[in-house]
């Protein structure tokens, strides 16, 4: 229970996360830290959320996974640790932590309330540095999340945007597009489970793509194509170019496929 | 005496970086090292100087804070290692460094002369990783910055924009501007401590905020705001938009705080 | 042997590379991962591959170094590991490796086909995490390059831009553009060893420069200068500007350097 992550829209341009770092090295020098990412859009709750989901399950168990995309920093909105089967995840109570606690069984939320695991001094701008970070590092050192404040028993869930099942087809809308320009959806591959990969036809924008492809480079430069991405859900990629430039995806640009049983 | 933490304006495109951090892992395997931040404007000394200053204190004592941002590298400027109270910090005597020790003890300052402690082969371009990373490490193996070269009385200061005190007044500018676009200015949370919070007027090009905000949702959307950013100084910010975007704020814009006794 | 570097395209604004992190993690908690870059432009073998040969003779012994630029990922395109002298080597068999490898001593090729050392679950858009971050975890904990498939003879080399020699000259191309706009072309220090350096003519587009500076700031602000980089090319540069930019340089742009001799 030594590994802590970070997920924040901190950047890379300014001394936040190294801040947030030494604060970890301060109260835990043995405790390794691993960066998700800190290039989730400025208050992007989604995004860091999506960010968060896709990559948490891939680290080790009792894993620390700390996520800071915080447009309330400094009102009344909570701050919480949550303990699930798995990880301990330490944020605000904004929706961040929640799609990520999709596949996670929960068993104890607490609010991080208890000022003893803060710095001496809280901004009212960067809890970040003042209160996540110690407060996580303060768990790699194995204190119990009853000591960090009273529980509390549920926490603030993003809406996931449900996609619409029809007879033949199912619609749902782009979730993230990643910085080659590849549009996830939120269409999972089970949801496609049980149709024919080769007959699907999606539709986005006024574009029609034929089928699943395999890989990147199964269909010719410069097409369209759809694939089962990395994180588990149908992606519109273009092979060596920007799907999302090329075809003008945006989140929540609608996507229909047309499903034909095997 | 392990930690390592690095400040440079080497980006994230190239391996520049890497190759820091894989000459000190060749010297001393036990080290951790820590970004600050890589994203430092070119050549931007102040930009850099202000990120060491902001961050540095929040770091383990004995930390080694290396930082280049050296746009003389190759040429007959100094190369420093100045040891204080809590650190030792590493870099080009060219005021990069002067900013994050105005807080701090000087105890001694040794140029790096001794070539026993660089690569055999010192390039006149990237003195990061030729010269600084091997001191760094070796710093961090023990040595003693007497070993390191000769005794050097004071180091060259970056001139820190003084802000002016009227009777109701005080006169500052924009210092920094992160990547939230967020305006950092000269004017500390201890030049106001006396002031009333709520009755101060902030003046920047042609627009007024009134009173100093609680957090960035204090107030409503699009409307500029002040508040005591996180490094202690006061801030322009806008919530969920960049101040320095729609309110024209760059490095130097002069920025007005009409004060009000409490 | 437990230090392993990345190398990849995959970016900083996504959840891709702390992914790969979490999966060494998980497999070998004790390795240490340094960051070369992630900020290979998309798909780019040569600049993946010149960034890797650029950084990895810093690393220690054994360091094993992974890289990721891998637009064929999920079709036929190998996987390999190459053990040399020093290090060894993890990647796609797409010439991303071959210019690292031209200062190696190779000893032997493996294709990674054991799916033992592979995620349990291999997508078909992303090796990084699913194939070549596990590979490499489990060489960090010293299994042999023998158990992860059949040897292979050779691997694919990407072409090396060859240099042109006349009697009075060499002409040669820009390699690499880096994130100050220095083009760094693939004329070499040795290939000038025997001229005199302040006799020099460089052409590049329109542009002559006089002569081989010995540092950024040796000529005046603005004006086009040539210089030994810090990996060993002829590098075409402007002191405080980029060079790329106000010459109109791009990858593939020639040079030719006039020599005489000493």
Redesign the interface.
Known sequence: MS?I?L?TD??????????M???I??IN?KA?????????P??DIRAGGF??M???R???PK?IHVAVVD?????KRAAIAVETGRFVFVGPDNGLLSWALRDESIKRIHRLENRKFFLPEL????HG??LFAPVAAHLSRRIKLTELGPKQSNLIRLPWPERRRFKDAIEGEVLYI???GNAITNISSTDLADSDSAKLNVRVNTHIISGLS?????GSTDAPLA????SGFL?IAI??ASAAAELGLQIGTPVRVSTAMK
């Open positions: 590994l992550t997920t901190f950047g890379y341009a300014d001394w936040f996360v190294g801040s770092k030494g604060v090295a301060n020098p390794s830290i691993i960066d998700i990412t800190h290039g989730i400025a208050g960010a968060l896709a990559a948490c891939f680290f080790p894993t447009p309330g920093v400094g009102t901004s009212n701008t960067f540095r003042d990643d910085h080659f395999r890989s990147y480079q199964d694939i089962i991405s990395s992606e092979n060596g």
